[in-house]
Protein backbone atom coordinates (compact mmCIF):
# COMPACT_ATOMS: atom_id res chain seq x y z
CA UNK A 1 0.00 0.00 0.00
CA UNK A 2 1.52 3.04 -0.96
CA UNK A 3 1.23 6.43 1.73
CA UNK A 4 -1.23 8.51 -0.19
CA UNK A 5 -3.51 4.75 0.30
CA UNK A 6 -2.37 4.31 4.31
CA UNK A 7 -3.21 8.36 5.03
CA UNK A 8 -6.70 8.08 3.32
CA UNK A 9 -7.22 4.87 5.24
CA UNK A 10 -6.90 6.59 8.36
CA UNK A 11 -8.60 9.48 7.59
CA UNK A 12 -11.52 7.41 6.61
CA UNK A 13 -11.40 5.33 10.02
CA UNK A 14 -11.13 8.58 11.49
CA UNK A 15 -13.70 10.04 10.06
CA UNK A 16 -15.98 6.89 10.45
CA UNK A 17 -14.97 6.51 14.11
CA UNK A 18 -15.68 10.62 14.94
CA UNK A 19 -18.85 10.79 13.17
CA UNK A 20 -17.32 13.20 9.90
CA UNK A 21 -14.39 14.77 12.16
CA UNK A 22 -11.47 14.39 11.30
CA UNK A 23 -7.79 16.18 13.22
CA UNK A 24 -4.19 16.93 11.72
CA UNK A 25 -4.05 19.23 8.62
CA UNK A 26 -7.72 18.77 8.03
CA UNK A 27 -9.00 20.00 11.86
CA UNK A 28 -11.59 22.31 11.28
CA UNK A 29 -12.10 21.81 7.78
CA UNK A 30 -14.96 20.37 5.82
CA UNK A 31 -14.41 16.81 5.24
CA UNK A 32 -16.31 14.21 3.09
CA UNK A 33 -15.61 10.53 2.03
CA UNK A 34 -16.11 10.58 -1.69
CA UNK A 35 -17.16 6.98 -3.33
CA UNK A 36 -16.51 6.76 -7.17
CA UNK A 37 -15.62 4.34 -9.26
CA UNK A 38 -12.40 4.10 -11.40
CA UNK A 39 -13.30 5.10 -15.02
CA UNK A 40 -9.96 3.02 -15.86
CA UNK A 41 -10.14 0.01 -13.87
CA UNK A 42 -14.23 -0.31 -12.73
CA UNK A 43 -13.22 -0.58 -9.32
CA UNK A 44 -14.87 0.80 -6.22
CA UNK A 45 -13.19 3.75 -4.56
CA UNK A 46 -13.26 6.29 -1.62
CA UNK A 47 -10.87 9.95 -1.17
CA UNK A 48 -11.49 11.93 1.58
CA UNK A 49 -11.41 15.45 0.58
CA UNK A 50 -11.83 19.14 1.49
CA UNK A 51 -14.86 20.33 0.35
CA UNK A 52 -16.79 24.13 0.12
CA UNK A 53 -20.63 24.23 1.17
CA UNK A 54 -22.34 25.96 -1.42
CA UNK A 55 -25.48 27.32 -2.41
CA UNK A 56 -26.53 23.63 -0.51
CA UNK A 57 -24.19 21.61 -2.67
CA UNK A 58 -20.76 20.53 -1.70
CA UNK A 59 -17.98 21.66 -3.89
CA UNK A 60 -14.44 19.76 -4.53
CA UNK A 61 -11.55 21.15 -6.20
CA UNK A 62 -9.03 19.42 -8.13
CA UNK A 63 -6.32 20.41 -7.01
CA UNK A 64 -3.82 17.35 -5.90
CA UNK A 65 -1.95 19.47 -3.40
CA UNK A 66 -0.40 21.47 -6.86
CA UNK A 67 0.49 18.06 -8.73
CA UNK A 68 0.91 18.95 -12.59
CA UNK A 69 -2.27 16.27 -13.43
CA UNK A 70 -6.02 16.67 -12.75
CA UNK A 71 -5.94 13.95 -9.69
CA UNK A 72 -7.59 10.64 -10.41
CA UNK A 73 -10.83 11.06 -8.42
CA UNK A 74 -11.85 14.04 -10.01
CA UNK A 75 -11.96 12.42 -13.77
CA UNK A 76 -14.12 9.85 -12.09
CA UNK A 77 -16.21 12.39 -10.63
CA UNK A 78 -16.08 13.62 -14.16
CA UNK A 79 -17.14 10.60 -15.96
CA UNK A 80 -19.92 9.62 -13.27
CA UNK A 81 -23.84 10.46 -13.88
CA UNK A 82 -23.78 10.20 -9.66
CA UNK A 83 -21.37 9.89 -6.51
CA UNK A 84 -22.08 9.01 -3.34
CA UNK A 85 -20.73 10.96 -0.17
CA UNK A 86 -20.25 10.47 3.52
CA UNK A 87 -20.91 14.31 5.02
CA UNK A 88 -20.68 13.80 8.99
CA UNK A 89 -23.39 10.98 9.60
CA UNK A 90 -25.02 11.58 6.32
CA UNK A 91 -24.70 9.62 3.00
CA UNK A 92 -26.16 11.46 0.25
CA UNK A 93 -26.32 10.34 -3.27
CA UNK A 94 -25.33 13.47 -5.66
CA UNK A 95 -25.18 14.96 -9.35
CA UNK A 96 -21.76 16.20 -10.55
CA UNK A 97 -21.15 19.48 -12.07
CA UNK A 98 -17.76 20.07 -13.17
CA UNK A 99 -17.26 23.74 -13.38
CA UNK A 100 -13.26 24.96 -15.34
CA UNK A 101 -13.88 28.45 -16.14
CA UNK A 102 -16.88 31.17 -16.36
CA UNK A 103 -18.36 33.46 -13.77
CA UNK A 104 -19.04 30.37 -11.21
CA UNK A 105 -16.05 28.98 -11.60
CA UNK A 106 -14.46 32.51 -10.13
CA UNK A 107 -17.27 32.69 -7.63
CA UNK A 108 -16.16 29.07 -6.02
CA UNK A 109 -12.76 29.95 -6.45
CA UNK A 110 -13.02 32.84 -4.48
CA UNK A 111 -14.72 31.40 -1.97
CA UNK A 112 -12.29 28.73 -1.90
CA UNK A 113 -9.16 30.73 -1.20
CA UNK A 114 -10.58 32.53 1.62
CA UNK A 115 -12.14 29.30 3.08
CA UNK A 116 -8.51 26.96 2.53
CA UNK A 117 -5.58 29.56 1.55
CA UNK A 118 -3.22 26.70 0.88
CA UNK A 119 -4.69 26.70 -2.33
CA UNK A 120 -1.74 29.78 -2.93
CA UNK A 121 0.81 27.06 -2.18
CA UNK A 122 -0.63 24.64 -4.08
CA UNK A 123 -0.85 27.01 -7.17
CA UNK A 124 2.87 27.84 -7.29
CA UNK A 125 3.88 24.41 -8.00
CA UNK A 126 1.86 23.80 -11.32
CA UNK A 127 0.64 26.10 -14.48
CA UNK A 128 -2.81 24.60 -14.25
CA UNK A 129 -5.71 26.01 -13.19
CA UNK A 130 -8.07 23.84 -10.84
CA UNK A 131 -11.12 22.38 -11.93
CA UNK A 132 -14.24 22.04 -9.63
CA UNK A 133 -16.41 19.79 -9.02
CA UNK A 134 -20.47 20.86 -7.90
CA UNK A 135 -22.21 17.59 -6.05
CA UNK A 136 -25.43 18.59 -5.79
CA UNK A 137 -27.57 16.48 -3.40
CA UNK A 138 -30.32 14.50 -5.38
CA UNK A 139 -33.64 12.90 -4.04
Not at 5 to 20: M, P, T, Y
Not at 66 to 81: I, M, Q, R, S, Y
Not at 98 to 126: A, C, M, N, S, V
Request: no cysteine; aromatic share 12%; charged share 20%.
Amino acid sequence: MSGLSDFNNQVIEEFRANKGVVGGHFANAHVALVHHVGRKSGQERITPLLYLPYDGAYVFMGSAGGAPKTPAWFLNLEAADTVTIEVGEQTLTTKPTIIRQGPEWLRIYTQFTQYWPDIYTYEEKTERRFPFARLDPVG
